[in-house]
């Protein structure tokens, strides 16, 4: 099945026990393959890191063909959260781009814009005084057709919940619909946490 899908994970990996439910994640998938995203932006409250461990929580974007995630990862192995941008995992090979340590329970500023001509995306992270950019070359997978939908309803509606495994709330999802573009703006997810 062909999809274009935000993904929003939190995953809780332990490298002792590996349980089934050590995986969470909403995804919003657009109606058709032929409504790319041309924009995801966000601000990211990171949670209160308790210890090192193996720690992930990234919003990002799928591509059309499955082929890998377009995100930023928020990154707990060190004790130390580290977020910073990236194109998991191959094809094509890209380096990882620059990051930062935001702290706990900061706020972290997100945009992925695909540039308006050339082959790059732009990544922006901005956290307190700390800011990075960084351009990747993933114009040709999501977006070489038309981003023409207007349906809205892939907004709206409640995401995905992976296996049903999350507690989590949603606040303020709109759609607004304006030459042919879609924009889906919700005010707040807050995942609170494993069922
Ligand atoms: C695309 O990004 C690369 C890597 O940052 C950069 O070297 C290149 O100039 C960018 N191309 C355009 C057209 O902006
Ligand atoms: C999107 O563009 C395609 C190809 O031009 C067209 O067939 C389709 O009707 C358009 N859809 C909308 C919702 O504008």
Same mark, same amino acid.
Not at 51 to 57: D, E, F, H, N
Not at 73 to 91: A, E, F, K, M, Y
């Given at each position: 099945m062909k999809f274009l899908s935000v993904l929003i994970p939190l995953a809780l990996l332990s490298s002792q026990t590996v349980h089934a439910a050590n995986w969470y994640f909403l995804r919003w998938?657009?109606?058709?393959?032929?409504?790319?995203?041309?924009k995801f932006s966000m601000q990211m409250v990171t949670p209160t890191i308790q210890?090192?461990?193996?720690?992930?929580?990234w919003p990002g974007l799928q591509d059309t063909g499955n082929t890998g995630v377009y995100q930023?990862?928020?990154? *707990?192995?060190?004790? +130390?959260?580290?977020? %910073?941008?990236?194109? =998991?995992?191959?094809?094509p090979s890209l380096p990882w781009g620059d990051g930062f340590n935001p702290g706990n329970g900061k706020a972290v500023d997100i945009t992925m814009t695909r540039d308006a001509s050339g082959p790059n995306w732009t990544s922006i992270l901005t956290s307190g005084s700390n800011s990075v950019t960084n351009k990747f070359p993933l114009s040709y997978?999501?977006?070489?057709?038309?981003m023409n939908t207007t349906q809205?309803?892939?907004?709206t509606n409640a995401p995905e919940n992976y296996n049903n495994a999350m507690r989590y709330t949603?606040? *303020?999802?709109?759609? +607004?619909?304006?030459? %042919?573009?879609?924009? =889906?703006?919700?005010?707040?997810?807050?995942?609170e946490g494993p069922r």
């Open positions: 998938n657009t109606p058709s393959s032929s409504a790319q995203f041309q210890k090192a461990g193996v720690y992930y929580l930023e990862v928020l990154d *707990g192995r060190s004790g +130390t959260w580290w977020i %910073g941008p990236g194109w =998991c995992c191959s094809n997978k999501n977006f070489n057709q038309v809205t309803a892939w907004c949603i606040s *303020g999802a709109k759609a +607004t619909v304006s030459g %042919g573009t879609t924009t =889906c703006q919700i005010d707040q997810v807050v995942m």
